[in-house]
């Protein structure tokens, strides 16, 4: 199975706020241009990693992972119940940062240099793995 990335602009996110609908149809439409597999099995359960690269006034990084996963429902996966694992960063963009092992979407949101969440989706390891 491959991965799902995507990187999301927050400029729309600030606007999360006061459009929580918005929000996640902008996450949705992102998502869409780069995703082009169809649905993965709700069979399948899901590891969805997260890195928010800030500027100034960074939000609560657990207050945009749930958001995230409803905009993915119908997109991505069938439920997002189907996300058994979550990893959530953020991180300054003026940060530094072994940009080698970073994948090209994620360089490109931090050569931007605006404020961004990058997005991944894998099928999840066993729970030993992660401990």
Not at 14 to 19: D, E, I, L, V, W
Not at 107 to 126: A, D, F, H, M, W
């Amino acid at each position: 199975m491959g991965n799902a990335h995507l990187t999301l602009d927050t400029l729309s996110l600030q606007a999360k706020r006061s459009s929580l609908q918005a929000w996640k149809a902008f996450v949705k439409a992102e998502a869409s241009k780069t995703w082009t597999r169809t649905l993965l099995s709700e069979d399948l359960d899901l590891h969805l990693t997260l890195v928010y690269l800030y500027d100034r006034d960074p939000l609560d990084v657990d207050n945009i992972i749930k958001p995230i996963q409803d905009a993915l429902v119908g997109l991505i996966y069938e439920d997002d119940q189907q996300i058994t694992d979550v990893q959530a960063h953020r991180r300054h963009l003026r940060g530094t940062f072994d940009i080698l092992k970073f994948p090209d979407l994620l360089l490109q949101g931090l050569y931007t240099g605006s404020e961004c969440v990058y997005v991944r989706i894998c099928q999840s390891k066993t729970l030993e793995s992660y401990l």
